[in-house]
C-alpha cells in the first residue's frame, strides 16, 4: 500500500485545487498579502509553508514535485498517528494494524493526501493533538495538555475545517471539567493556551489592514 502510495503521488495528474494552493504560494513570495492584493478563501499557512521551496525552484514541475514530497511525507506520519492512537485506546495491535490499512485504502485518503493541500498538514497536526490529549488523559501531564492546545491552533491556521475538532475537542473539555473528571483549571488552561497560539495571526491581520477582508 505504501509503495503504490508514493508512485501514485509521482504519476498522478494536478488537481486544480493543487495549482490554486501553487499559485497563492507564488503570489505570497511576491510579497502580495493575501486577502487584500488576491482572494483566497483558506487560511494562507500552507503557502507560508511552501514559500521556501518556491523560493529555492522557482515557477518550476520542480517545485511541484518537491510539494507533493512533503505532502507524502506528512501522509506517512498521519497514518503512523492513526497506528499509535487506535494502539492507545484499544490497547491492541491488530486493531491498530486495520486502522492503519483502512485509512491508507480510503479513496478520499488515498487519492487526496499526497495532493498539495492544506487538508494534509490540518489532519496531520489535529491527529497530534488528538495524541497528546489522550497522553494528557492518561497522567494529566500539562505538557501533553499544551502540547495537544498548540497543534488544534496549528490545525486551524492550517485549514477552517479544524473548527469541527475544536468544537468537538473543547466540547468534551467542558464536559470533563464539569463531572470533575479534570480539573476546570485545566480546561481553562487548554482554552487560554488555543487562544495565545492563534493571537499572533489575527494581530497581523488587524496591523496589515487584512482583518475586516478576513471575515
Known sequence: ????????????????????????????????????????????FLSYMLVPVINTFGPTVET??????????FALVILLLTWLIAERV?????IAA???????TIGSFYMKAIEIRPDVPQVLAGLLSVYFLLGYYDNRSLRNLAASSVFLAVSFLFLQKAMILVFAVGAML??????????PGHAVLYGAVFLLCLA??????????SFGVYF
Open 1 to 44: 500500500i505504501l509503495v503504490t502510495l508514493v508512485v501514485y503521488s509521482v504519476n498522478q495528474g494536478l488537481d486544480p485545487d493543487e495549482i490554486e494552493h501553487m499559485h497563492t504560494t507564488w503570489l505570497v513570495s511576491q510579497g502580495k498579502k493575501v486577502y487584500v492584493d488576491f482572494f483566497q478563501h483558506h487560511h494562507p
Open 90 to 94: 484499544f490497547g491492541r495491535r491488530e
Open 174 to 183: 467542558f464536559y470533563d471539567g464539569l463531572k470533575k473528571r479534570i480539573k
Open 98 to 104: 486495520a486502522g492503519v490499512i483502512l485509512t491508507a
Open 200 to 209: 499572533p495571526y489575527y494581530i497581523y491581520l488587524f496591523l496589515s489592514g
Open 64 to 73: 511541484i514535485m518537491a510539494s507533493r514530497f512533503i505532502m507524502l511525507a
